[in-house]
């Protein structure tokens, strides 16, 4: 499984960003696909995910009613539409894949630990 991230940039405060995260090495009609950030010094925390069948999507309240996940599965890509951002918003992000069940239950869109393949992380930097 291959996870290529892009998008990430430099906005000002109140901008926006798209972010997208192509797939590849294999059909993800079982996975769960998940956007995590990391900033300097913090761990890294769940961002949202959106499940590939069902396209059910989580959010973190933190980003709740201003990030907005999707899929595109002729493409086999995930998008992360940033509005509003703010300086805290300011991380690598990084997109994940997880295989999960019909019963899979929230934690295992939201905990990074359970998630096996991993992109490479695009910078997103918020300036106020």
């Known amino acids: 499984v291959q996870l290529q991230a892009s998008g990430g940039g430099l906005v000002q405060a109140g901008g926006s960003l798209r972010l997208s995260c192509a797939a590849s090495g294999r059909t993800f009609s079982n996975y769960a696909l998940g956007w995590f950030r990391q900033a300097p010094g913090k761990e890294r925390e769940f961002v949202s995910a959106?499940?590939?069948?069902?396209?059910?999507?989580y959010y973190a309240d933190s980003v709740k009613g201003r990030f907005t996940i999707s899929r595109d599965i002729a493409k086999n890509t995930v998008y992360l539409q940033m509005n509003s951002l703010k300086p805290e918003d300011t991380a690598v992000y990084y997109c994940?894949?997880?295989?999960?069940?019909?019963?899979?239950?929230?934690?295992?869109?939201?905990?990074?630990?359970?998630?096996?393949?991993w992109g490479q992380g695009t910078q997103v930097t918020v300036s106020s």
């Open positions: 994940a894949a997880n295989q999960i069940s019909a019963w899979s239950g929230r934690r295992y869109y939201t905990d990074y630990k359970e998630y096996e393949y």
């Open positions: 959106i499940s590939w069948n069902r396209g059910n999507t």
